[in-house]
Every structure is written in C-alpha cells, then in structure tokens.
C-alpha cells in the first residue's frame, strides 16, 4: 500500500474505474458521497449501505490496494489527520446555522476543486470545438436536463443551430446519427445513470461527431469521449450539488462567445 500512501480513496477509485464490477460501484458511490464517515462504519455496516455482501467489501479494498478493511480505514483517518478537506467533517452539526455553514464550505470547495482539476488545454481545445460547430446537441435527463437547457440557451448565442435532446417523439439514436465530424455532441451524465444517459453514452463512439461528456466525481465509465469536463460535487448531504455545474455552464459561453468573435474576425 506505499506507492497509494498519499492518494485519497477517490483517486484511486477513479483510477481502477474500469475493472470496478456492479457492486463495487455501489459501494463506491456510498464512500465518494461521504468520504470523511468511512472510518466510522464497519465493514458490514458498510456492505448494508451499499446493498452488497460483506465478501463483495472484501474484495473492493483489496482492489484498491489494501490488506484489509480496517486497512482501508485506517488510510481514511490519517487524511483527515493531515488535512484533506474532504474527510475532515465526519459528522456534520444540527442546529440551521452550522449546517448552512458546512453546505457553504462544501459549496467553495467544490467549486475550487472543480476549476483546479481542469486542463487547460483540454477545455481550450472543447471550447474552439464547441464555437466553430456547426451544430451542437445537448443530452440530459433530470438533473442533467436543466443543465442541459441552460447550457443550451447560454450557447445558443453563439451557435444558432442547437438542439436539447431528449425531445418529444424521437429516439436518441434517431437524432444522433445524422450528426456529421462538424458536429458536437454535449452529455450531461450526472450521479446514477438512468439507461437513456447509458444508451447515447453507447452511441458516442460509434459517431462521427465529437463529444463533450460533463460528469462528477462519481463517473468511473470507461468510455473516452472527445472531451471530459469532471466537476466535484461532495455534499454533506444525500442531495446531488449543482453549484460547480451552474459555475462551468456559466463561465464557459464567455470563452465560446470570445472564441467565436475571433473566428468571425479571421472569416
């Protein structure tokens, strides 16, 4: 385990994403959401709440590195020894003020991971993709879909030829393969993917598009799209933030809008 010594339990979650089976992604949606508790739950609590068996527990730690569980906890607890903000707050306070305190904390945190974890070459390239195409397609469904609309309406400034999927009384499959290298396809996959998200993820590399896929932290999918926009979104409660999305969605059309300008100029 010295080589995993530093890295927090999300790191290397993300880093065996692909190998990880059904209930080990389960249970790792249960210690992303709150990192910081790990170390105060058994292994069985644990398997409870993730709905697995406890030889399913078992074998998640020993895939991520570790002997065992009390291993994998006692790794936990000596982030939260060190600092690491994510795990310092175990057990959030009752009383309205202190818990509108910890959501703010939260919120500044994950907005400032968010922007930090970006590469910037990555997000130059995805936005010149997105201001020179000549149509771009936005897939969401309920968390995702208002993102998704905003997005939309945000870039439709600068890109007249938009379309927020899904739309009444057409497949995603209909409405995607028409789409042409020209093209960009934008996918909001938020928390637990329901099968539509699963099905136009299925359908990105079988397309000449490009494709922008804008996840949290929780997203350990296989798939490579074009582009991959990963945005922090700890919480300390069970409702999904949307605070690093709405800041993304928001300061994205400005570089599109600049970028599009500068094509324009050079047209």
């Known amino acids: 385990m010295s080589s995993n010594q530093r890295k927090p339990l999300s790191l290397l979650i993300h880093e065996r994403a692909g190998s990880l089976s059904p209930a080990d992604r389960q249970l790792a949606d249960v210690i992303l959401s709150f990192p910081g508790e790990i170390a105060s739950y058994t292994a069985v609590e644990l398997a409870k709440m993730a709905g697995i068996s406890n030889a399913a527990v078992s074998r998640f730690v020993q895939k991520l590195g570790f002997r065992s569980y009390e291993d994998m906890k006692r790794h936990a607890r000596d982030l939260r020894s060190e600092g690491a903000p994510n795990y310092l707050l175990e057990k959030g306070p009752t009383d309205t003020v202190g818990q509108i305190a910890r959501h703010v904390h939260f919120g500044q945190q994950n907005i400032a991971e968010t922007f930090s974890g970006l590469d910037p070459t990555a997000l130059a390239a995805a936005t010149q993709g997105i201001a020179s195409a000549e149509k771009i397609v936005f897939v969401g469904v309920r968390n995702g879909h208002f993102l998704a609309k905003y997005l939309r309406w945000q870039i439709s400034l600068v890109c007249l030829n938009t379309v927020l999927l899904p739309s009444d009384g057409e ?94 100029g050079i047209a």
């Open 171 to 264: 497949t995603i499959a209909e409405s995607l393969s028409s789409l042409t290298e020209r093209d960009v396809v934008v996918v909001f996959a938020i928390r637990r993917l329901v099968p539509l998200i699963r099905a136009t993820l299925a359908l990105l590399p079988q397309l000449r598009a490009r494709s922008l896929l804008i996840v949290d932290q929780h997203y350990r999918e296989p798939l490579q799209p074009t582009w991959l926009l990963r945005c922090v979104t700890h919480s300390p409660s069970p409702s999904t933030t949307m605070r690093p999305y709405c800041c993304c969605a928001t300061s994205w059309p400005t570089k599109c809008c600049g970028y599009a300008a500068m094509l324009a």
